[in-house]
């Protein structure tokens, strides 16, 4: 008799005080529910009580809860209109344009919104921050757009986006990828359309989730990319028939950078039991080789720098103007303001573009016919050119990298009437980021597709055990094949498995 397999159903996971950027990751890719704790919504309820209790019990003028918004700040709202005033702001924000942000972007925002909402800064209901959280958890994703924010008062178009679906507006898709109605997406989570009140249309709008959910993304994919950067780093090593020399311990010690160390020490326990290291017979290897430590473990540095601001960012109140009752205070100030992120965003570009640019320097390197290996890595030199012209994709990827690096945090246009007179284009900084990824994964791809080209069967006896793997994966599963032939599919393989999946190397 067989037995029928029961579906279990999603966990719901009790939202925690604190995230580090890999649980925001892990909890919104993954199929699990959300709900707030007890803590949260008594802070939610107390700030909301006590901003009702301001509103109706004085004449007191509060930016953006009876007032209007940038430039309108000083024009006076009346108390029958406070819920048009929400509404109309979110509707009049939603401008965004360009290509849809990816539904897995988009997941990482209306997580980090309902973060940020429990702080019990914001003066919203709970209402609010359920809507927020049913959505998430029907796995409805609104459809928002690359461009639109500026970075410094929140991400107002993107979050627009995702409000208006809040309120049965604008569009979403499902988990299928299909295309819905604000209504129709929302009758798909069993919820009703969402009445703003005062402030709440403010709240949701103002905040850098947008950014910060980039951030998220970006700097998991780059912990990732490291350590595929490494591995496939060694693999061109033993290729090259490159020297252990500049991995040995003392020289790092010497240097201590902690990116550095941890760079040099993979790389030698990669290549343990290597036949292959150092039989060159050169005296020196070319830079891209010898300086892997410095250059790898400066990335690994900086991604560690960028974390650590992403994790204060993800755990913040980024709203404006924000509620503490506990002090009787509502204040206005500039919490939305991007420039942290924009800063190491831009920074996070660089420093992942250069483990491109040193990637395609060891692919030239591997194509040089040197090492007894044949030029362009072509079984028939001159009848076939190999992969002479995978290498001009790899250089054209990173010229087109190092353009994007061009920092986005140095511009700054004023907007709505000079109120608003310094922005961040932080929004700008995390779209280009997101691009360098794109296409370091690419370059990785050329790689990969070279060292394997470039170690022959005998090679391949005397390779590093740790290493055998790698062109297990590329002669069997991955397909990559011999003599002159259609690369596209075959580096586009390659590209999607480094793309989703960690380093099987560890």
């Known amino acids: 008799m067989r037995t029928q397999a029961v579906a279990t159903a999603p966990v719901t996971h009790t939202l925690q005080e604190h995230y580090t950027c890999q649980e925001v990751y892990q909890l919104a890719t993954a199929a699990t529910k959300i709900a707030l704790s007890e803590a949260q919504v008594s802070r939610v309820e107390q700030c909301r009580a006590y901003l009702e209790s301001k509103i109706e019990g004085g004449n007191r003028i509060h930016y953006g809860i009876n007032t209007g918004f940038g430039d309108n700040a000083n024009i006076a709202i009346s108390p029958e209109h406070l819920e048009a005033l929400q509404l109309n702001l979110v509707r009049s924000h939603a401008v965004g344009m360009g290509d849809e942000v990816p539904a897995e972007i988009v997941r990482i925002m209306l997580l980090l919104k309902v973060i940020s909402l429990c702080g019990g800064y914001s003066g919203i209901r709970t209402a609010v921050v359920e809507q927020l959280s049913e959505t998430f958890n029907a796995n409805i994703s609104p459809i928002v757009y690359q461009y639109g924010s500026l970075g410094a008062s929140g991400d107002l178009a993107p979050l627009a986006h995702i409000s208006l679906v809040l309120m049965g507006e604008g569009e979403a898709r499902d988990a299928n990828g299909n295309l819905l109605s604000g209504n129709q997406a929302l009758a798909l989570a069993g919820l009703k359309p969402l009445r703003l009140q005062s402030k709440e249309g403010l709240a949701l709008l103002n905040g850098t989730q947008f950014m910060s959910a980039y951030g998220v993304w970006l700097i998991t ?10 591995a496939l780093a060694a693999l061109s090593c033993e290729a ?49 080789f010898r300086c892997i430590p410095q250059v790898h473990g400066a990335s690994w540095d900086t991604f560690k720098h960028v974390e650590s601001v992403l994790e204060t960012e993800v755990n913040a109140t980024t709203d404006n103007p924000n509620v503490f009752p506990d002090e009787d205070r509502i204040l206005s100030g500039g919490n939305f303001h991007g ?10 570009a660089i420093a992942l573009a250069e483990l491109g640019n040193i990637s395609e320097r060891r692919t030239y390197l591997l194509m040089a016919g040197k090492n007894d290996t044949k030029v362009f890595l072509a079984d028939n030199p001159g009848l076939e050119s190999g992969l002479m012209i995978a290498q001009y994709l790899a250089a054209g990827l990173v010229s087109a990298n190092k353009q994007l690096c061009t920092p986005a945090s140095v511009d700054s246009i004023p907007s709505s009437n000079g109120q608003e007179d310094h922005v961040s284009m932080g929004a700008n900084a995390a779209t280009k980021c997101y691009r360098v990824v794109e296409n370091l994964y690419r ?32 002669e069997g599963p991955l397909a990559i094949g011999h003599g002159d032939r259609f690369l596209s599919p075959e580096l586009q393989r390659l590209e999607n498995y480094l793309r989703n999946n960690a380093c099987p190397l560890g």
């Open 339 to 348: 420039q942290p992120l924009a800063l190491v965003l831009d920074f996070l």
């Open 221 to 230: 994919h780059a912990f990732r990319i490291f350590d595929w950067a490494q």
């Open 443 to 474: 370059i990785l791809a050329v790689e990969w597709m070279s060292a394997y080209a470039a170690l022959n069967p005998a090679r391949r006896q005397r390779l590093s055990p740790t290493l055998a793997p790698l062109c297990d994966m590329a």
């Open 240 to 288: 090259f028939l490159a020297s252990n020399d500049p991995f040995h311990p003392a020289i790092h010690k010497a240097r201590p950078h902690r990116g550095q160390m941890l760079a040099a020490e993979q790389i030698l326990s990669l290549r343990a039991g290597s036949q292959l290291a150092g039989t060159s017979g050169r005296v020196q290897d070319p830079y891209s």
